[in-house]
């Protein structure tokens, strides 16, 4: 009888610490749900999606970057996928196109292989190859814009816009083809229209961006007054975003223990980051990557 007793609180003893596991869980998930989202900005591509998906801030950066107060959109569409003739793909990030036909495509690039000439140029083909129908003629090609919003000046000559023209060489005149190429360097924010919208593009907190439209649809998205359907774009935004933190801690971490050349520092690893992805602490798998001296404190923790 007393085994049987000793039994029964054994087993009641495994269910509550199963119930307090998943209530930790909860907790983890709804901690992390809370930093993630604190934390982003518009420089995040993925978050920029969700928060271009109301027209009026995508018009908004639009008018700021080309300086154009008038400018209305007729049509956009997001993570545009684009094939070419041999297979090679490109998904645009936010593609539109204004009332006069105009056509614009913008990409956040935080890094700098992200946003090279060469990627610039393959944007604007694609855009002219999709753009024309069959039979019509070239000149119905219609203009056509592609902005990479960087995180660093990428091109290194200081400036706030780049604006990238083809010229006839000997004259230095226009060589008019329509196509225009724009980096927008958000890493230099002077006292002008242009500086206050890289400053909103790198603040966190709704109430210090200074743009109405783009603060108003931050204030949405961060403080969860959204419909359903809304609510569902959050929850797979954040997920990706914690997906792609896992992959990006996980190679660094991995790249790190390589350069090292420790087998036994490698192991170590990928048990620390194993311990930290059951726990939910993607903040700490993070911050293993890059921090050395962090990373032996956890190790110790763990007992590693």
């Not at 960087?150 to 010229?167: A, C, F, H, N, S």
């Not at 108003?216 to 990706?240: A, P, T």
Request: charged share 35%; net charge positive.
């Amino acid at each position: 009888m007393k085994k049987t007793n000793s039994t029964n609180a054994k087993a009641k003893k495994s269910d509550r610490l199963k119930v307090n596991s998943k209530s930790t869980r909860k907790k983890f998930d709804a901690l992390e749900k809370k930093k993630i989202i604190a934390s982003l900005t518009l420089m995040d591509d993925l978050f920029m999606q969700v928060v271009l998906e109301e027209q009026a801030c995508t018009e908004y950066i639009l008018q700021t970057i080309l300086d154009k107060s008038s400018l209305k959109l007729k049509e956009q569409r997001l993570q545009k996928r684009m094939p070419n003739l041999h297979g090679r793909a490109l998904i645009l990030d936010c593609l539109c196109t204004d009332e006069k036909g105009l056509l614009y495509n913008i990409e956040v690039q935080n890094s700098s292989a992200g946003a090279t000439p060469k990627r610039a140029r393959y944007h604007a083909a694609l855009m002219d190859t999709h753009t024309l129908k069959k039979g019509e003629k070239f000149s119905k090609l219609p203009e056509s814009y592609v902005i990479f919003i960087t995180d660093k000046d990428v091109l290194g000559e200081g400036e706030q816009l780049y604006q990238i023209e083809r010229v006839i060489r000997k004259s230095g005149n226009l060589f008019r083809d329509g196509s225009h190429i724009l980096y927008f360097n958000t890493a230099r924010q002077d006292d002008n229209a242009l500086g206050k919208l890289a400053k909103d593009f790198k603040e966190a907190n709704p109430k210090e961006i200074q743009s109405e439209v783009l603060s108003h649809r931050v204030s949405s998205l961060k403080e969860g007054k959204l419909d359903r359907e809304g609510e569902k774009k959050m929850n797979v935004l954040l997920e990706k975003y914690r997906k792609k933190a896992v992959e990006e801690g996980i190679e660094k971490g991995i790249e790190q223990g390589i350069q090292q050349g420790l087998e036994q520092g490698k192991n170590h690893l990928a048990l620390l980051i194993g311990h930290l992805l059951e726990t939910g602490r993607m903040d700490d798998l993070k911050r293993v990557s890059y921090d050395e001296d962090y990373r032996e404190k956890l190790l110790k923790e763990f007992g590693l």
